[in-house]
């Protein structure tokens, strides 16, 4: 008998280690994610989580560091969340290690007070007598919230930091408040105060933590519909409902409950008022049909069907949390435009169940029930588009909080329907344990596979190319899906190209005017060599919407490469064309705001090429080389950086133009210490060597070169121009020849020249015709440079 009771104590302190250790160990894995999707703009392009604005800053932005006043602003305030990114930063960098063990740590602590709400509330508001069976219940509703798989999103990806906060200040508010009313009057006051303040960090760490004073007052709401059935008379609904107006009244008539109430209300308004404070000069965002295609149907009649559909695909993904996508846009749910569609005969048995559900909660005083509807249906409100329209329709983030009330009711009502079950059945004992066997066994069965799917998950956010992947799968139709797909697959390898077309196709195809899929398609071309379908699409997408300094940035850059290849041909008036082109869309994205590097570094090359001032040009060339020191430093898109070498290349001509030689000398060192193996370094290098009259240093550069580059006419001919000087005249004549053969059908004027030339020196320097002098031709590498 003691060993059996001392087993009962240790069995009983599982519902709490047990669940806990389970989320640290499902989740654990994850430490090893990027930095990857959102996690981008809410940190490495934030400034107020980069520290690199002041401190007080971040009270006036958004969530992703943008002025919270302005039009385009999403709204979101969270300056609580980004405080915990800006100390995670300051600590340990851009290191995503501890940022996602943080994650991790906060999940596992919110899982252990969710295991003391659940203790409480199964011990204090059910109507089940035996201890054993509060206990298993208590186990089963908190292992089932350590393993469910919708919490795999705000736990793997850093900016689910704002759910994991809030709903680490949620539970707080409530456990306090809870505590409360046990306590004292002094103590009572310090702890309602306490509560109203972890409730305000809630909803400063996300919006909808604001709704935890909302679960303060469903609390006192249970308590007087559940009252002790010594004190209840018949019961019904009706009868209930006056106990509950009663025993409401009963409890606000105390003075500590009146304040508590009092402060409940106050507090949501104090926290609207700052909101609209910061949003007095600012208008709502207007969701696009990318992020909420819902709000912009015409007919009031449709969006009702459509969100009432969607509030059942939210408890489905909670019941049935398979298919888990990072996106659910447009195309991703399509709208009920029908009264006959079948899926609102779905939506009608939904909201029968959940209705069915209350009455049961509300007539049977069980408050287990009451507590899981208010846990889930209170934080679901502001997600649920009933009163304002939310940029996202479904999101897996937005379940984090409502998780809490499923996984509390979900393991109570089997139970009960089971026990219902074998009541009306009149089972034998061994056909109810073969039953229980046979539960059992089914439980163990789901619980591995919600083990499995969250690890699984999990890991499929490590990276943008598995998210995005996993996504395809589940919203194939989904054009941000597509679209973020084929971005990744061209910023992974340039071969990729062919099959990030396929899926920026479909996209175009489904929505002509998309300017993101536009602008990617534009770098998919360029990437192909395909640079007038580039410009055509940069444009395309820049027609759409003027304001795009990124996109000019690239169709300046992709202008500029067709000028240099129409300068190739000799095509000089169309070369002097698009040099114009360039530089138009490359001052108009400065002019705009842009900071990439890449346009600094591109209006330098074109300033160059226009023969326009060279101090300004060389400005535009140091611009573009902090920048990109800046943003490797700041852990940056690596996709944005530029080749350093490229640009210093491009300051050495503009300093050779001005007579700066041994700036421009320096330049090319410094390019080749970022890439000894740039080929246009070594060879514009060597031009300015040999212009300088150091020709061993000039052929140097010449031969390293060469061994890259041994068919390059341009080189070639540097070469023979360098012997030449050196008076080495017939190996110079046997490089302009070799020059020219690989020209072909377009041979340039200036070599041809420089043939001639060498071909008269040779004949006045033998006194015979060109045919009859003999010399050495041109090998593998430098002719006569041992002699140099």
Request: proline share 5%; with cysteine; net charge neutral.
């Amino acid at each position: 008998m003691p060993n059996s009771r001392s087993n009962f104590q240790i069995l009983q302190s599982y519902p709490s280690l047990l669940p806990t250790l389970l989320t640290f160990l499902i989740h654990l894995p994850t430490i090893n994610n990027g930095i990857v999707w959102d996690d981008r703009a809410a940190l490495t392009l934030n400034p107020d989580s980069m520290a690199t604005r002041p401190f007080m800053e971040l009270f006036r932005n958004d969530f992703w560091g943008q002025d919270i006043t302005h039009d385009d602003s999403h709204k979101s305030y969270r300056p609580v969340a980004i405080m915990s990114l800006r100390l995670n930063y300051l600590t340990t960098g851009l290191n995503p290690v501890p940022i996602h063990l943080c994650n991790i740590i906060i999940h596992t602590v919110i899982t252990y007070l969710f295991t003391l709400l659940t203790s409480h509330v199964v011990n204090t508001h059910s109507t089940y007598t035996k201890p054993s069976t509060k206990m298993y219940l208590i186990l089963a509703i908190n292992i089932l919230f350590s393993i469910h798989p919708v919490h795999t999103e705000p736990v793997s990806c850093i900016v689910g930091r704002s759910d994991l906060l809030s709903g680490l200040f949620y539970l707080s508010t409530i456990l306090i408040y809870i505590r409360s009313q046990l306590a004292s009057s002094l103590k009572k006051a310090a702890l309602l105060f306490l509560a109203v303040l972890t409730g305000f960090l809630s909803s400063m760490s996300k919006e909808t933590g604001v709704t935890c004073f909302g679960i303060l007052v469903s609390i006192e709401i249970i308590k007087a519909l559940t009252v002790s059935k010594a004190k209840a008379k018949k019961s019904s609904l009706p009868l209930d409902l006056k106990s509950c107006a009663y025993n409401l009244f009963r409890h606000f008539k105390a003075p500590s409950v009146a304040v508590a109430t009092l402060i409940m209300l106050a507090a949501p308004l104090l926290i609207l008022k700052v909101h609209l404070a910061l949003h007095q000069n600012a208008s709502l965002y207007k969701w696009s049909i990318l992020e909420n295609d819902i709000s912009l149907l015409s007919s009031k009649t449709h969006r009702i069907m459509t969100y009432g559909y969607v509030h059942f695909l939210y408890f489905f993904k909670l019941l049935y949390p398979k298919n888990l996508c990072y996106d659910y846009g447009w195309k991703c749910i399509n709208s009920v435009v029908s009264i006959l569609d079948y899926r609102n005969v779905i939506t009608v048995t939904f909201y029968f169940f959940v209705g069915k559900l209350a009455y049961e909660g509300a007539t049977k005083q069980n408050g287990v029930y009451l507590y899981s509807g208010a846990l889930t249906v209170v934080p679901f409100l502001p997600a649920s588009n009933l009163f304002f329209p939310v940029g996202t329709i479904l999101g897996e983030r937005l379940l984090y909080l409502p998780s809490m009330g499923f996984c509390l009711g979900l393991p109570v009502v089997l139970f009960d329907f089971g026990s219902y079950v074998i009541a009306s059945l009149q089972l034998k004992k061994s056909s109810v344990k073969v039953l229980k066997l046979v539960m059992f066994g089914g439980i163990a069965v789901i619980a591995t596979a919600c083990i499995y799917k969250s690890v699984f998950r999990g890991l499929e956010w490590r990276d943008e190319l598995t998210l995005f992947q996993s996504a395809l799968t589940v919203c194939p139709s989904s054009l941000k899906v597509l679209n973020n797909l084929a971005t990744v697959l061209i910023n992974i390898d340039k071969k990729n190209a062919p099959e990030a077309k396929v899926h920026l196709d479909k996209a175009i195809g489904m929505h002509p005017n998309y300017p993101s899929a536009l602008f990617n398609l534009g770098l998919v071309h360029y990437v192909m060599q395909e640079e007038e379908l580039a410009v055509e699409r940069f444009e395309a997408s820049i027609a759409i919407i003027n304001y795009q300094p990124k996109t000019r940035a690239y169709l300046a850059q992709c202008l500029l490469t067709i000028a240099y290849k129409l300068q190739k041909n000799n095509q000089w008036d169309l070369a002097q064309e698009y040099f114009g082109k360039t530089l138009y869309q490359s001052d108009a994205s400065i002019n705009q705001g842009c900071d990439l590097p890449l346009i600094f570094h591109v209006r330098c090359a074109v300033g160059h090429e226009l023969k326009l001032p060279g101090a300004e040009n060389l400005e535009y060339c140091d611009i573009a080389i902090r920048l990109n020191d800046e943003r490797k430093a700041n852990g940056g898109d690596p996709n944005e950086f530029i080749l350093t070498e490229n640009t210093h290349n491009a300051a050495a001509l503009v300093l050779r133009n001005l007579n700066r030689f041994d700036e421009a000398a320096e330049r090319y060192r410094l390019g080749l210490i970022a890439n000894p193996d740039c080929f246009e370094l070594l060879v514009n290098a060597g031009g300015l060597y040999g212009d300088l009259g150091y020709h061993d240093e000039a052929m140097q550069y010449y031969s390293r070169a060469l061994q890259m580059s041994p068919d390059s006419p341009e080189l070639i001919t540097n070469i023979g121009w360098l012997l030449e000087l050196k008076g080495h005249l017939q190996p110079a004549r046997q490089h302009y020849i070799k020059a020219l053969e690989l020209l072909g059908d377009y041979p340039h004027p200036q070599i041809v020249n420089n043939l001639k030339n060498v071909e008269v020196r040779i004949e006045q320097q033998h006194n015979m015709p060109i045919d009859e002098v003999e010399g050495p031709g041109v090998g593998g590498d430098v002719s006569g440079q041992d002699e140099l």
